[in-house]
């Protein structure tokens, strides 16, 4: 397992609750023991103060989240640009390692996923946390990961670029099926029309096909709001 090297902050009381932060929602014992090559009795001492202090609360056993916000973010910026960078990427990978690719660990590493630039890799992966939420009605967050998606696109230049922002564009489509702004149904006609210039430039006719369907209901939809 790929392990967060030794950083000078290591030694700190408050690194251990400074990478704990980076967890939108909740965090383990086992991650940070993962992450941080620590004994789960040094990491269990500075969960235990921050649970006295309110800082943070146990959601179940072995398992934490922060109640007190401004504290994690306090803690949170007590990280380097590039040492965030570095551990989401770490932390994504080690979800995936440690959970497993299941919906849980899909959606739990692409929370990290968003705050990196992606690979091709990396991408799918929000794809697949993207059509969980939308799956579940989560649809706010399944639009960051879409869109999150577009924007990395843009500095792939090889791989399956193409057939990705497809993939992408149909699902995005899909989330805005009720109630849609004007700017939302803007932005999903004109990423369905890059799609469909995509495919014909590829000569994807199945795929040219089914977009040209979703790009008609998205005018429907348009019409009716």
Do not use: M
């Given at each position: 397992m790929k392990k967060h090297s030794s950083s000078p902050l290591a030694s700190q009381q408050n690194y251990p609750l400074s990478v704990a932060a980076?967890?939108?929602?909740?965090?383990?014992?086992e991650l940070l023991e993962n992450l941080l090559e620590m004994k789960a009795s040094q990491l269990l001492r500075v969960i235990d103060e921050s649970i006295r202090k309110k800082w943070i609360a146990t959601k179940q056993f072995g398992v934490y989240q922060f109640i007190d916000l401004n504290k994690q973010q306090d803690v949170?910026?007590?990280?380097?640009?590039?040492?965030?960078?570095?551990?989401?990427?770490?932390?994504?990978?080690t979800l995936l390692e440690v959970i497993s690719p299941k919906p849980d660990g899909i959606k739990a590493a692409a929370e990290h996923l968003l705050q990196i630039d992606n690979d091709i890799k990396g991408l799918r992966l929000l794809l697949k946390a993207g059509e969980?939420?939308?799956?579940?009605y989560a649809l706010q967050m399944a639009s960051s990961f879409y869109r999150k998606i577009f924007s990395d696109l843009k500095n792939i230049e090889t791989g399956p670029v193409d057939e990705l922002f497809i993939d992408t564009a149909i699902s995005y489509s899909k989330t805005f099926n009720t109630a849609p702004t004007s700017a939302e149904m803007n932005t999903t006609i004109t990423l369905l029309k890059e799609a469909v210039e995509r495919a014909e430039a590829k000569k994807w006719y199945n795929k040219i096909a089914l977009l040209k369907l979703h790009l008609a209901k998205t005018h429907w939809l348009f019409g009716q709001f």
């Open positions: 980076l967890f939108e929602s909740d965090f383990s014992i949170r910026n007590s990280l380097s640009w590039d040492e965030k960078i570095k551990l989401h990427r770490i932390i994504a990978d969980l939420h939308r799956k579940n």
